[in-house]
């Protein structure tokens, strides 16, 4: 399950890493930091992105890959879609990391079990366009 995804992605760096022992700022910014525990870690956003567009199948998203189910997937969460989450009461948690991206799973699972992250493009969309929110 998530504990599946963050364990592959984290694997995956490793072997990145190990595969080509280069370093700089801007290549450990691509690729990413393995995840030692999951309270100390980022919220992966261009790992989970990645996932979403190979596992998802619709008209954003390629669905490609068999191997995971979209019901394992991790919200990719950046600072719009945080802010807004937090706006609308889907997420608690005040720090923007993937602590607050498997929580925000979490309450959209209880939506849709099987595609929680079917709801990321649309309030990705309203932080970014800077819309209001009157609730």
């Known amino acids: 399950a998530k504990d599946g995804v963050i364990a592959g992605v984290s694997g995956l760096i490793e072997t990145l890493y190990a595969l080509n022992p280069y370093r700089s700022q801007g290549y450990e910014f691509l690729i990413g930091k393995p995840v030692s525990a999951v309270s100390k870690a980022s919220a992966m956003k261009r790992w989970m992105m990645y996932l979403r567009w190979m596992v998802r199948r ?38 923007c990391d993937l602590k607050a991206a498997m929580e925000l799973t979490e309450t959209l699972r209880t939506f849709d079990p099987e595609d929680p992250l079917k709801y990321d493009f649309a309030l990705y969309r309203i932080g970014q366009e800077k819309m209001t929110l009157a609730l």
């Not at 997937?73 to 600072?79: A, R």
């Open 58 to 95: 619709d008209a954003l998203d390629m669905g490609l890959w068999s191997g995971i189910k979209a019901s394992e997937l991790i919200m990719p969460l950046d600072t719009h879609t945080f802010n807004v989450s937090r706006a609308l009461g889907l997420l608690q948690r005040r720090q």
